[in-house]
Each structure stands twice: as structure tokens, then as C-alpha cells.
Nanobody, 122 residues
Framework: QLQASGGGLVQAGGSLRLSCKKS????????IGWFRQAPGKTRAFVSA????????FYTGSVKGRFTISRNRANNTVYLQMNSLGPEDTAVYYC?????????????????WGQGTQVTVSS
């Protein structure tokens, strides 16, 4: 239902763009979010977008560096990540939710894509 891609290895200061293509029942969910999980840590909210309006939301540590967007034509959400640092190293997951008010909480998301690894070397 959600297909994430775009991870990889990049040097500090570099950029990556993650993609999350939605299909099937995820068409019914208005919020598409990105979470990340670093080794030994819990899954944490990164960013989300309201599909109908294109409004983006971000956690504080990525504001000004990451940009979320969506393409209606190909049903894909993008997360452009710039000025990456080692602290951004994690497995990144995209997920879909119908809850527009609690988009920072992982338990409100009902469909999850497979993770994509992002590794930033110092």
C-alpha cells in the first residue's frame, strides 16, 4: 500500500530525496507521514503532509532542512532532505493516517511502508 524508496549513504552536508508512493486503500487517508528509527531508539516523527491541501508539518530538528511535498499525478509523497548530519542516520518509514490532529503520533497511523535506510557519514 505504501512503497518507500530513496535512502542511501551520503556524506554530512549532503542531500537525499525519499519517495513514498501510495496505492490501494491508502487513497482514503489524508495524512502521509515520515518517521525514523535510529538504532536503539524509538520510532520518531519527522514530517507529515495533508494530502488534500499540501500543508506540511515538521519536527523541530528538521525544520529548514527537510521539505515534504506531494505529487497528485503519481500519488507520491517526497521528503527532500538537505544539510544532512550523522544525527539523521536512521531507517525512515512512511505511513498513512486518517487523523489530521495527531499526526505526530505513530499509533495513529494505520498503514506503514517498508523502511528505507539513510546513513550519513561524518
Amino acid at each position: 500500500q505504501l512503497q518507500a524508496s530513496g535512502g542511501g549513504l551520503v556524506q554530512a552536508g549532503g542531500s537525499l530525496r525519499l519517495s513514498c508512493k501510495k496505492s490501494g486503500r491508502t487513497f482514503n487517508y489524508n495524512i502521509i507521514g515520515w518517521f525514523r528509527q535510529a538504532p536503539g531508539k524509538t520510532r520518531a516523527f519527522v514530517s507529515a503532509i495533508a494530502w488534500n491541501t499540501g500543508t506540511g508539518f515538521y519536527t523541530g530538528s528538521v525544520k529548514g532542512r527537510f521539505t515534504i511535498s506531494r505529487n497528485r499525478a503519481n500519488n507520491t509523497v517526497y521528503l527532500q532532505m538537505n544539510s544532512l548530519g550523522p544525527e539523521d542516520t536512521a531507517v525512515y518509514y512512511c505511513a498513512a493516517s486518517g487523523n489530521s490532529l495527531a499526526y505526530t503520533y505513530a499509533h495513529t497511523y494505520t498503514d506503514w511502508g517498508q523502511g528505507t535506510q539513510v546513513t550519513v557519514s561524518s
